[in-house]
């Protein structure tokens, strides 16, 4: 698509959730590539988590699309993906039924395991439960991650290593979510793979300054490293690949996602959580990943923007958007 087909792209940041901040750098990066590439972009702060003010306030700006830059509650969970299909607007990345199974990590780790993929042992506690009891069984061991059930970031994540801190990192989950997910700590080299398009781009290795890749070691800790692509044997690379495309179709993702993974010293890749609005700043693990793979920021925000057109969310939706008539009948859709 040529750059003004896209019409006025409305690129969505901030939001209500935990992860504003983060969220407001990867709103800015994609805003101003796309300023940069010639697009008619608009930057768009989203404030509330209110479903009437949000199509009011972004009914004001004549959208044709919308970049979704959103991290978190409201912006990976389904909502503003319902609230722009009832405003029958095109979107990145996956739909509101995917966007809320890759979310809600107790629902998409059942299906991973089903689906034949690794997933670490896990239990699933509810904060009423909890209260009731004022106990938890640990039938799992020691270490353990504890982490709430629908967040990013690592936000309210917590590595319990005996008994006794295992109820403040209850607490501090339960301090972010109504459910939390309880998970043996599975030791091992921590990689992630980005999907753009339904293709696997390269495998990244991160490599934490301290034990695991929790808040600080993702956006404070200058010391992380990535490794680009990681260094893998090729037949291992390619299978993570694989594992990563299939944990993004079992969940329904669309566009991109990223998936996180524990390879274990057994040979077993632990699928951890999906992403399905993964960090968009220049230096966040997807847009490494598509870098290494020949396609540079700008470019991967366009590619994001073309797939939003023929997102199959709208296919059956008449809709009076620039180009794309012309790019349905240019992919053989008409």
Avoid at 14 to 32: C, D, M, N, Q, T
Avoid at 161 to 181: K, R
Avoid at 215 to 239: C, G, M, N, W
Wanted: hydrophobic share 45%.
């Amino acid at each position: 698509m040529e750059i003004k087909e896209f019409g006025r792209i409305g690129v969505l940041m901030g939001g209500p959730s935990s992860e504003r901040e983060i969220s407001l750098k990867s709103g800015k990066a994609v805003f101003s590539a796309l300023k940069d590439a010639g697009a008619e972009a608009v930057a768009i702060d989203i404030t509330t988590d209110s479903f009437q003010d949000n199509i009011e306030l972004l009914g004001k700006y004549g959208l044709n699309c919308a970049f979704i830059a959103l991290h978190g509650r409201f912006g990976e969970d389904g909502v503003i993906q319902s609230i722009l299909e009832q405003m029958q607007l095109p979107f990145t990345a996956s739909g509101v039924k995917a966007s809320k199974l890759a979310m809600d990590k107790i629902g998409s780790l059942k299906i991973f395991a089903q689906g034949g993929l690794c997933v670490p042992k896990s239990e699933f506690l509810k904060k009423s439960d909890y209260r009731k009891q004022n106990f938890s069984v640990n039938n799992l061991g020691f270490p353990l991650v504890v982490k709430p059930a629908n967040h990013g970031s690592s936000i309210g994540l917590s590595l319990v290593e005996a008994a006794g801190q295992l109820p403040a990192a209850i607490e501090l989950a339960f301090e972010y979510d109504e459910h939390i997910v309880i998970q043996e700590y599975v030791a091992g080299r921590e990689l992630t793979v980005g999907i753009l398009n339904e293709m696997a781009l390269p495998v990244i290795e991160i490599i934490p300054h301290s034990k695991f890749f929790d808040f600080t070691a993702k956006y404070q800790d200058v010391s992380t490293q990535y490794i680009v692509p990681a260094v893998l044997e090729s037949h291992v690379a390619s299978r993570i690949q694989r594992e990563a495309l299939a944990a993004h179709k079992l969940l329904g993702c669309y566009g991109c996602s990223r998936v996180d993974f524990i390879l274990a010293k057994n040979g077993c890749a632990y699928i951890l959580e999906i992403n399905t609005i993964p960090g968009m700043t220049a230096t966040s693990l997807l847009p490494k990943a598509a870098k290494v793979a020949g396609i540079d920021f700008t470019q991967l925000c366009l590619k994001l923007l073309e797939s939003a057109y023929v997102n199959p969310a709208f296919s059956k939706r008449p809709m009076e958007t620039p180009g794309l008539a012309q790019l349905n009948k240019k992919e053989g859709m008409e």
